[in-house]
Nanobody, 117 residues
Framework: QVQLVESGGGLVQPGGSLRLSCAAS????????MRWYRQGLGKERELVAG????????TYSDSVKGRFTISRDNAKNTVYLQMNSVKPEDTAVYYC??????????WGQGTQVTVSS
């Protein structure tokens, strides 16, 4: 069955860095568009970043552009989100999302990121 397992969340100080990982299985990873979403407390889920199957095309929300980097390793079936210069407003549950060529949509269980001093 399809699995998306996020890891790497935790507590980080403002200005610090964190790298999230999402390990995928159960579908053709290299053909899937991968995205990271986040949902803060009391807020709607929002798109953070996306990356195409080859990794050559990426997109970012304005709120994270220049600070976050999405990447993927198709040999490891893993997508990453490098978070630099984090701010308290980056505090949220971060979700990995996959859209394959069927198309079908898959979600991970989420990982909590808390930015606080």
């Amino acid at each position: 069955q399809v699995q998306l397992v996020e890891s790497g969340g935790g507590l980080v100080q403002p200005g610090g860095s964190l790298r999230l990982s999402c390990a995928a299985s159960g579908f053709i990873f290299s053909s899937a568009t991968m995205r990271w979403y986040r949902q803060g407390l009391g807020k709607e889920r929002e798109l953070v970043a996306g990356i195409g199957g080859t990794g050559s095309l990426t997109t970012y929300s304005d709120s994270v552009k220049g600070r976050f980097t999405i990447s993927r390793d198709n040999a490891k079936n893993t997508v990453y989100l490098q978070m630099n210069s984090v701010k308290p407003e980056d505090t949220a549950v971060y979700y990995c999302h996959a859209r394959d060529t069927v198309p079908s949509n898959y979600w991970g269980q989420g990982t909590q990121v808390t930015v606080s001093s």
